[in-house]
């Protein structure tokens, strides 16, 4: 199976300001773990839902994963799935577009649309 050519990242407006600045280092656990956590299409709204229940005023940015190129690693996490692991800076020339996060009428998190 082939992996996607783009991931997602959840971010407080904070967080999206620091990008649109030019990069963005991660967040706290990102700084903790020592990368930067990333999610598929598939798994975006399994992410909102167990890391970011209850917060508000959060947005979605598309990575391009190819601009990124060895800086992404594919590694197991939770029930054994592999997600994008960014190992370095998350920069605003590789992000395909952002929006803030909405849902579906199926409660599926919106995916942004690009430009």
């Known amino acids: 199976m082939s992996k996607p050519n783009a991931a997602f990242k959840v971010l407080t407006a904070d967080q999206m300001a620091e990008l649109e600045a030019g990069s963005f280092a991660g967040a706290p656990i990102d700084q903790q773990d020592g990368y930067i956590h990333l999610s598929t299409a598939a798994q975006l709204t399994e992410t909102v839902d167990k890391h970011f229940a209850g917060q508000e005023g959060l947005w979605v940015a598309e990575v391009d994963l190819e601009a990124l190129g060895d800086a992404i690693r594919w590694e197991p996490s939770r029930g054994g799935q592999d997600f994008p692991h960014l190992y370095g800076k ?6 395909v577009a952002y929006s803030p996060l909405e849902r579906e009428g199926d409660g599926s998190v919106r995916l942004p649309v690009t430009g």
């Not at 998350?90 to 992000?95: A, K, P, Q, S, W």
């Open 90 to 95: 998350l920069t605003l020339d590789t992000i």
